[in-house]
Every structure is written in structure tokens, then in C-alpha cells.
């Protein structure tokens, strides 16, 4: 199965993750942001009972907001605050 593949950049304050590709082998980190979330709820750099949120530089070097909510992804939000989220990402 094609999964995401990624690096964490920084844990502490914030979360912060890099899309590593190769994306013609490897989903994006946006495509595949369920199982990505999972497994960083699995390996205990999400909380899993919260709402939390989280960065990540997805396959183009766009920094990316991802909000989740007990574990599970909600949304995709810009952390630059210019538009409160990014309508056009799909998580097919």
C-alpha cells in the first residue's frame, strides 16, 4: 500500500512534519492525511483526547496547518492566518 511518507522537523513546541515523498512511489502527506495522523497519534506526538493541531510542509514546501480532534483529522487551516482554511485540499 502507497502510505505518506514524512520527517518530523520539530516536536516541541509544536509539531511540525515534512513531507518526504517520493511522490510518484509515496501518496502526499495531504492525500493520505488520515493515516498520517493516526500514526503520529500511534507513536504519541498527537494527543489522542483533545483537539490539537498541528504544521507540516506538504509536497510543495506549503506550510500546512492540519487541526484534529481526538485522534482523527477535521481540517486543513493556513498558519499564515489569510484565509482560515484551504477549501481546495481534497484527503482522497
Not at 10 to 17: A, D, H, K, V
Not at 37 to 56: C, D, I, T
Amino acid at each position: 500500500m502507497r502510505k505518506a511518507t514524512y520527517s518530523v522537523v520539530q516536536e516541541r513546541p509544536n509539531l511540525i512534519i515534512r513531507d518526504e515523498g517520493p511522490w510518484d512511489h509515496k501518496l502526499t502527506v495531504t492525500n493520505d492525511i488520515e493515516s498520517v495522523v493516526s500514526h503520529l497519534v500511534e507513536h504519541g506526538l498527537v494527543p489522542f483526547n483533545v483537539s490539537e493541531s498541528f504544521l507540516y510542509y506538504d509536497s510543495t514546501s506549503v506550510f500546512t496547518g492540519v487541526v484534529i480532534d481526538k485522534g482523527k483529522f477535521v481540517k486543513f487551516f493556513n498558519p499564515n492566518g489569510e484565509d482560515d482554511e484551504y477549501p481546495d485540499r481534497t484527503t482522497s
